[in-house]
């Protein structure tokens, strides 16, 4: 009787050390945390609810602590979310959200008024300006290249270079992106203020034209081929974005934009929030290598707004009274769809309530998206 | 629709007359094979996958993508390019990107398919040709002063000049000095991301500012076209735009009729059901049919 209860108790404590309890360590605890916090900031808050969830919740899948060699976590060969993470590493998901956000996304405000789309270039200083400061701190070329994407603010963009240059750093950069995008209400406002004098905040705007189909067709093919021939390396994310807007426009193949912007990216959304989330595991996570990329994305987007609002500041200086742009669209040069425009109309609206730039931001907002993917492009010509 | 198909059929001939004319690019394929490096004389050097020291001859893939050789034709006599059929359908020669393949030059060729039925001791010259045996790939003349046990070959994959090199190294590359990365050699000469923002800076703002350019002067047009089409002919009588009876502008009644629909979408409530006059299609299944469901009454 006493070697049976010998037994069930050595098997017993042989289970425990499979539990997660047995193989938790404080950074797995931390993770948790840190996941919870993104699944309380998505649901309580309603920050970016579609992004943050996934990977809240793919945080806490990813720090669920095991014992190794069972093909359970992400990066064991075999295992089921290593064949998820499949698509992130190869950087098969970002193109495909971007076909998703082509098809979902209108370029009216960008082609009745296209001295906006120079706004989408030059908020791209801000993945310049973290790549340098990146590469002063101490990173190799092709860390700095991945880090300073996430000043395009742009998350589909910044997995699929981080997936090219550095995948070791993927988890930090994909969450360092995403948690900064969220935080783009918090983070521009301050910026644009400090940037902006009164007058220039009360600017208003001409109103935008009408768009003719015709416009919209001969700019999803144009865009695309004028883009990719100058940058090629950009064109798994360009060519996508762009085929992902005709098939949207060219009104024809309704059924199939409705997917792409629909069940497609939904399901795409959900595998690579949960992958990435899942990819950081506390034992390959949380290193001071993690922590510098989260403190040179916060500069990224500060370099970022920056650039596009002084961009604007500086036009203005060439152009006719009656002409002029409202220098609170500058911060939507990041690619932020649509929440950074979001902020240039609440901004606009403390100074003047019946001044509205969300149209005229969303120019500027989805030009970021294609300078962000040409700036990607040139980052991977040079570095990859 | 005559028109459309015969349309439709010229751009077809069009398409098939550019492609027939660009027949001869073969970019990414077997064009893209190279001879990399040769043993002539193996007397102690390296021995092939019998251990013997044979000579070997050794090919590298130029191309960006995988390259299948197989089909391919090698020979040591230009008057018989057909001279050793590489096999198809092996998957063993397919050469990936930057990658190398080894054949044994042993007149041998019962030993496998990379052994081949020549050998190089009296070679003059040792080519490679397309599936077809009719166009050259790639031609190595060997020179007659070989030496025992040193090969023959490019310093580094990229050169076109041949030597003796130090070191034999078939199946790898030629270069035996560490291998950095452009990103390693950009940021050498730009260690502070100043030429890097430059350059980058400079392509973003061409890329978008060609598509300002275009976008600017095809609104343009449009605008142009837009005003030429709402003009009366010369024959109609010009009518004057009908004027609102309050004056105000359609920006007003749309945000009137914005407001309109926010409020009665949020002061309503949620409705899940769907008013339609389609037919409703319940089709017939015993599952459900209620004869099958209710008890029947005893008699």
Redesign the interface.
């Given at each position: 009787m006493g070697t049976f209860f010998d037994f069930i108790s050595d098997h017993l404590m042989q289970f425990l050390q499979f539990t997660a309890f047995a193989n938790m360590t404080i950074g797995h605890v931390i993770m948790i945390s840190i996941g919870l916090y993104f699944i309380y900031l998505a649901i309580a808050k309603e920050f970016e609810p579609m992004l943050l969830v996934p990977i809240g919740f793919g945080i806490l899948v990813g720090n669920v602590a095991f014992a190794p060699g069972y093909q359970i976590g992400i990066y064991e060969t075999g295992s089921v979310l290593n064949y998820l993470y499949f698509g992130v590493l190869n950087g098969i998901y970002p193109p495909l959200i971007f076909l998703g956000i082509g098809a979902m996304t209108d370029f009216s405000a960008?082609?009745?008024n296209?001295?906006l789309?120079?706004i989408?270039?030059?908020a791209?200083?801000g993945?310049?300006?973290a790549?340098?400061i990146a590469?002063?701190l101490g990173y190799?070329?092709?860390e700095?290249?991945a880090i300073g994407i996430i000043g395009g603010a742009d998350g589909p963009t910044a997995i699929f270079l981080a997936s090219k240059?550095a995948p070791e750093l993927l988890g930090a950069i994909a969450i360092s992106a995403y948690s900064y995008m969220a935080l783009v209400p918090v983070i521009q406002p301050p910026v644009m203020r400090l940037l902006t004098t009164h007058k220039e905040r009360l600017i208003r705007m001409k109103?935008p034209?009408v768009v003719?189909r015709?416009?919209k067709v001969?700019?999803a093919i144009?865009?695309m081929l004028?883009?990719t021939f100058?940058?090629p390396s950009g064109m798994p994310l360009l060519g996508m974005l762009f085929f992902g807007n005709l098939l949207r426009e060219s009104g024809v193949t309704k059924r199939l934009a409705d997917t792409a912007k629909g069940p497609m990216i939904d399901v795409v959304t959900i595998l690579i929030g949960l992958t990435v989330g899942a990819s950081t595991q506390a034992t390959t996570f949380l290193t001071l290598k993690s922590v510098g990329i989260f403190a040179l994305g916060a500069a990224s987007f500060v370099i970022a707004t920056f650039g596009g609002v002084m961009f604007v500041k500086i036009i203005n200086l060439f152009l006719k009274e009656g002409n002029k742009m409202n220098p609170l669209i500058g911060n939507a040069g990041v690619s932020a769809v649509p929440d950074s425009a979001r902020v240039s109309q609440v901004v606009g609206l403390e100074y003047d309530k019946t001044n509205h730039l969300l149209m005229h931001a969303m120019g500027p907002n989805v030009?970021g998206v294609?300078?962000s993917a040409?700036?990607a492009g040139?980052?991977l010509s040079?570095?990859? | 629709m005559q028109k459309r198909i015969k349309h439709f059929l010229h751009g077809i001939a069009v398409l098939l007359l550019i492609v027939s004319g660009i027949g001869s690019a073969n970019a990414q394929s077997v064009f893209d094979l190279r001879f990399n490096e040769i043993l002539v004389l193996n007397d102690s050097s390296t021995v092939d996958d019998y251990g013997q020291h044979s000579s070997w001859i050794e090919i590298y893939n130029s191309a960006y993508n995988s390259v299948n050789l197989g089909g391919c034709y090698l020979t040591d006599d230009l008057s018989n390019p057909t001279k050793f059929l590489i096999p198809k359908g092996n998957p063993k020669t397919v050469v990936p990107y930057n990658q190398f393949i080894v054949f044994y030059a042993d007149s041998q060729p019962t030993k496998g398919i990379f052994h081949l039925n020549f050998n190089l001791r009296n070679a003059k010259t040792i080519a490679l040709f397309d599936p077809s045996g009719t166009k050259k790939i790639d031609q190595l003349d060997i020179p007659q002063t070989q030496q025992v046990n040193i090969t023959y070959g490019k310093k580094i994959e990229s050169a076109q000049e041949w030597d003796f090199l130090a070191l034999t190294t078939p199946g790898a590359t030629n270069d035996p000095s560490p291998r950095i990365t452009e990103g390693e050699k950009f940021v050498k000469m730009d260690p502070y991301g100043i030429g890097m923002t430059m350059i980058a800076m400079f392509v973003v703002f061409s890329a978008l500012a060609i598509l300002y350019i275009i976008y600017k002067n095809l609104g343009r047009f449009f605008i142009r076209r837009g005003v030429a089409a709402s003009k009366p002919s010369s024959g109609e009588t010009k009518t004057e735009p009908k004027q609102d009876e309050d004056g105000m502008s359609g920006e007003v009644n749309a945000a009137i009729a914005m407001a309109l629909y926010l409020y009665q979408n949020e002061t309503h409530d949620y409705e899940n059901t769907v008013l339609t006059i389609n037919k409703v299609s319940r089709n017939y299944s015993p599952w459900s049919s209620k004869i099958y469901t209710l008890r029947k009454l005893p008699r």
């Open positions: 960008l082609i009745s296209p001295k789309i120079l989408g270039a030059a791209q200083l993945i310049f300006g790549y340098s590469l002063a190799s070329s092709a700095a290249g240059l109103p034209r003719s015709i416009e001969i700019f144009a865009g004028l883009t100058i940058v030009a294609i300078g040409v700036a040139v980052l040079f570095l990859a | -």
